[in-house]
């Protein structure tokens, strides 16, 4: 694939893959190309022991600016029903797949994220946001509702008023805004967006993949469940931990804490790496 046609860009460097929306004169919306490629690079990623952490962005002055109203609902609805259903298997496979990614992700928002684009905002496990970026529902704005799980995106993640305002109004908020209301995790100058990334993906490079793995899905699994199926669901997730971290981390944690007396699991992560 010619990387300057590639509607998504992506290099790995020291253990990050820094994936990038790449229709910029589009604003990256998301067109059936740009989601089929998607899907690819994900598989290409997800699984590759160079890449423990990814982030997404997009290129230019936008995030992504949702999906394609041209290509994704117009074009794909003169195909008929099974366009119809083909676009949104294509969209709504790699949200997925982004929302249970083997390693832990990063939505770095670098401008306009609109309607579509909450899907894979929600779908990486923490979101750093520029305070120039924008966020808006517009879906009210052109007539429809927030489908494809935008409304549910909203409601998991905000207060209900929160959620019914962006919701009816289409207002847009600023990457500000977006922290107080908890759309994401904290908002920075742009100027100081990739190194505050870095930062927290450097945070994250120190802990054992396994348990970071384990974690995040247990994050995402337990909110439908009652008190007694999240206690009997997290301590097999453990036990399941356990059997795939080859590194047997969960011992050689406390070992370097009590017998080595070589870290604080308070203060800071063991050395996943030593042994
Ligand atoms: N679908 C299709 N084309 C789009 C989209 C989109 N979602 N967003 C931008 N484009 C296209 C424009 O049509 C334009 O194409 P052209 O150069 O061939 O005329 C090009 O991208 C640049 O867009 P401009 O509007 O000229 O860029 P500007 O920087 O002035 O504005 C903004 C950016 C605010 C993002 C504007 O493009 C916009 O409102 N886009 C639509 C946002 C939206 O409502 N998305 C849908 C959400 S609902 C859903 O996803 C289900």
Not at 114 to 136: H, M, Q, R, T, W
Not at 198 to 203: C, G, M, Y
């Amino acid at each position: 694939m010619n990387k300057a046609t590639d509607v998504v860009d992506f290099k790995v460097e020291n253990g990050i893959a820094w994936v990038k929306f790449n229709r910029p004169e589009k604003r990256n919306c998301m067109n059936p190309t740009l989601n089929r490629r998607m899907m690819e690079v994900l598989d290409e990623l997800e699984y590759d022991d160079d890449v423990r952490v990814l982030v997404l962005s997009g290129e230019g002055t936008a995030w992504s600016a949702g999906m394609d109203l041209k290509e994704y609902f117009r074009e794909t609805e003169a195909k008929g029903l099974r366009g119809v259903r083909q676009s949104q298997r294509e969209s709504y496979g790699w949200f997925r797949r982004l929302r249970w990614f083997q390693k832990p992700t990063i939505a770095m928002v670098n401008g306009w994220c609109f309607g579509g684009g909450f899907g894979p905002l929600f779908a990486c496990d923490l979101a750093i946001s520029a305070d120039e970026a924008k966020y808006g529902l517009s879906e009210i704005n052109w007539g429809i509702l927030p489908g494809g799980g935008v409304t549910k995106v909203v409601v998991d993640l905000l207060p209900m008023r929160d959620a019914m305002w962006l919701t009816l109004s289409g207002e847009l908020i600023d990457g500000k805004q977006a922290a107080e209301m908890r759309l994401v995790n904290e908002s920075v100058p742009l100027a100081k967006l990739e190194e505050r990334v870095r930062e927290v993906a450097d945070t994250l490079l120190q802990k054992n993949p396994v348990a970071l793995k384990f974690a995040k899905d247990a994050v995402r699994r337990v909110g439908t469940m009652t008190y007694d199926e999240a206690e009997d669901y997290l301590v097999r997730m453990q036990e399941a931990a356990n059997f795939h971290d080859k590194t047997e981390g969960r011992k050689e944690g406390i070992r370097q804490f009590i017998d080595e007396k070589s870290y604080k699991p308070g203060l800071g992560s063991y050395k996943v790496d030593k042994k």
